[in-house]
């Protein structure tokens, strides 16, 4: 079965520079959200898209933004990347049809930034 | 706040015992509780998840889970451990859109 694809697996960037991470949700899947985790820690919920239109917001810091495009894929764009900001990022999607709270959310490999 | 935590850090079990990894949640409504695994340098991978229904929640992999309404538990179980199901395990609980992970427990099987 498709899986949530996410590109680049890896990155490796400099202090202040920018990224952009990318996620293909299942087929038909219409929700995608973010996650962040650091080394050693639990994912933190970063943003949530649903229909293109964001629909929840966590932990995401005012450098970072995503959006969802009209395919679906999401993208997280993250500027003035910082030391900190060196975790595993995951996307998962979701076949929402309004069941927001039941719906089971699949994970990508996830994308590991490193910030030099 | 809504959370869950998973008291053991790690779990040591002899391959083809039965397994048990703790987790207990706090909740204001009805709780949608998930499990969790992540393998090295891998995603996380979807085992079971309680919306309603019966309290034993029969999942991926030979695992399943218990609801306990009264102990507010969501412990994982799998009658005979097998090495290959050393990994990392996270229980999860959803709230709106976002799910929110306990610590997770690392589970060694011992062959």
């Known amino acids: 079965a498709a899986g949530v694809i996410q590109s680049p697996r890896h990155l490796i960037k400099e202090k202040r520079e920018t990224a952009t991470l990318k996620c293909y949700p299942i087929p038909r899947h219409d929700t995608v959200y973010w996650y962040q985790q650091g080394p050693g820690q639990d994912p933190q919920f970063l943003i949530s898209?649903?229909?293109?239109?964001?629909?929840d917001k966590g932990s995401i810091p005012d450098r970072f933004s995503a959006q969802q495009f009209s395919d679906y894929h999401s993208e997280l764009n993250m500027s003035s990347l910082e030391l900190g900001d060196s975790a595993l990022y995951f996307c998962?999607?979701?076949?929402?049809?309004?069941?927001?709270?039941?719906?089971?959310?699949?994970f990508g490999p996830g994308t590991r930034l490193t910030v030099l | 706040a809504q959370s869950v935590a998973q008291p053991e850090d790690q779990v040591n079990v002899a391959e083809g015992n039965p397994l048990t990894v703790k987790c207990t949640y706090s909740v204001s409504g009805n709780p949608y509780l998930f499990w969790y695994v992540q393998y090295p340098n891998r995603g996380l991978q979807f085992l079971l998840k309680?919306?309603?229904?019966?309290?034993l929640v029969k999942g991926s992999y030979g695992f399943e889970a218990e609801f306990n309404k009264s102990q507010t538990s969501f412990h994982l179980k799998k009658p005979s451990a097998l090495v290959s199901d050393s990994a990392l395990y996270f229980c999860a609980v959803r709230v709106r859109m976002e799910i929110i992970f306990g610590k997770g427990t690392r589970l060694h099987i011992l062959p």
């Open positions: 998962a999607s979701s076949l929402g049809r309004g069941q927001i709270s039941t719906d089971t959310q699949y």
């Open positions: 309680y919306i309603t229904g019966d309290n």
């Open positions: 898209f649903y229909e293109k239109m964001q629909s």
